[in-house]
């Protein structure tokens, strides 16, 4: 199922994200078990110096953060952490109603960033890869998210044997040789997004399990994991102009009242232009088409 | 030394008890990591601290990948994403991955890996 994004619900401006949810509706009994909507806030590479600026935003960093940041020996490796602190504090500060500064980080057993628990139980992700930073949050649940430049990079050619299943290669290999790197860089992103939701990451070899129909409605099988996606877990993969594309895995909380699958609605937010009103390089970088499917 | 020499146990790299030179291949085996990370970074060998973490690192999804499909190839021993992941630091990768290496060699002594030279 094809969607153009222009038809989800994207904030206008720089207004506030258009689904803004109080600690309390969050954390909350009645939390609905259904994630329902998925927030992905997108920063290009290019604004990330210029929004560090705007907001002072070293200033809301711990320390080990800051350490962390000395530590990259890429600059480019700086520059896309950086950005994705920023976009993951001030993101996560508006839903939790609190300063950025106040936002407090951990990381869980897989050593994925995560909400202190003293914070209200909404999930996000990071990713970042040449051009373009993104953070999803999802207010229950889990939520995985890749981001890659589309094409994939030629290296990654010599990563099929490793990333797909025969099925999937045969699907690669029957494309024009022009297309494959684009169907790699789909299925990559889908798989990357997917063990993200699950909290496994690349712990979870990608050729271990299937996509098919990824350019229809993307359905993954995955009948041999050791972690069993919740039913309704949603999948969205969307292509931006910049060149790149970007899948969002999203897993229903668990419980019994959980419904079966819906579709999963992305509000796409340019951070640049939401937190600080400059218009630059992040609006090439916001998807324009999205396909959706689920888990089988 | 060369990790092929290593691994292909010429005399004059062995223990004269017949056991593997462990220790030279070990700082093979390390000194190909190191000159990996090296290159991946774009940085002199020298500059490549074997106490970083893998997080500081920085590698993205395609890189640990890369890194796990080179080992198979060039040290001719498996290792999954996760366990390259789950080492904290660059040090304790490569000591795993030496006794791995150690372990594969001392299972065919007479073999050449699979692999060029490091």
Redesign the interface.
């Known amino acids: 199922m094809t969607i153009h994004l222009d038809r989800l619900e994207r904030p206008p401006g720089v207004a506030a994200p258009a689904a803004v949810l109080s600690p309390a509706a969050v954390a909350g009994a009645g939390t609905p078990s259904l994630t329902t909507w998925c927030e992905l806030w997108l920063l290009a590479e290019d604004d990330v110096e210029q929004v560090c600026e705007r907001l002072d935003a070293q200033r809301s960093f711990s320390t080990d953060e800051l350490v962390r940041l000395t530590r990259l020996v890429r600059p480019a490796s700086r520059r896309r952490h950086l950005g994705a602190r920023i976009v993951a504090r001030w993101a996560l500060a508006r839903h939790l109603g609190t300063t950025p500064a106040d936002v407090t980080f951990v990381r869980d057993p897989s050593g994925r960033p995560a909400l202190h628990p003293r914070h209200p139980p909404l999930d996000f992700n990071l990713t970042h890869t040449e051009g373009v930073i993104g953070c999803a949050v999802v207010p229950a649940g889990r939520v995985g998210l890749d981001a890659e430049t589309y094409p994939a990079r030629a290296e990654a050619a010599r990563l099929v044997d490793v990333v797909l299943t025969r099925g999937e290669r045969a699907t690669v290999e029957a494309a024009p040789p022009d297309r494959q790197l684009h169907l790699l860089a789909e299925h990559w992103v889908l798989k990357e997004a997917y063990t993200k939701a699950l909290g496994l990451g690349l712990r979870h070899p990608f050729d271990s399990f299937e996509i098919r129909d990824i350019g229809d409605a993307p359905t993954i099988h995955d009948p041999r994991g050791a972690v069993r996606p919740a039913p309704g877990l949603g999948l969205t993969v969307m292509h931006s102009r910049s060149g790149h594309v970007m899948a969002v895995a999203t897993q229903p909380a668990s419980g019994p009242a959980a419904p079966r699958a819906a579709p999963v609605r992305v509000h796409l937010v340019d951070a640049a232009l939401t937190l600080t009103g400059w218009s630059g390089a992040t609006a090439a970088v916001l998807p324009h088409r999205a396909v959706s499917g689920q888990a089988r | 030394m060369t990790i092929s020499a290593a691994i292909s146990g010429r005399p004059s790299e062995r223990a004269r008890d017949g056991e593997p030179a462990v220790q030279p291949l070990a700082d093979s085996v390390v000194g190909w990591l190191t000159r990996w990370v090296a290159d991946r ?3 002199a060998a020298e ?1 490549v601290q074997l106490d ?2 893998i ?4 590698l ?3 890189e ?3 890194l ?2 080179d080992v198979m190839h060039e040290l001719a021993v498996l290792v ?3 366990e390259v ?1 789950g080492h904290r630091s660059l040090a304790t990768l490569g000591a795993a991955l030496s006794e791995r290496v150690a372990s594969a060699a001392a299972l065919r002594p007479s073999r050449r890996p699979l692999s060029r030279t490091a």
């Open positions: 970074l774009d940085i500059h970083w973490e997080a500081d690192l920085d993205d999804s395609t640990v990948l890369i796990v499909t999954s994403p996760g992941l």
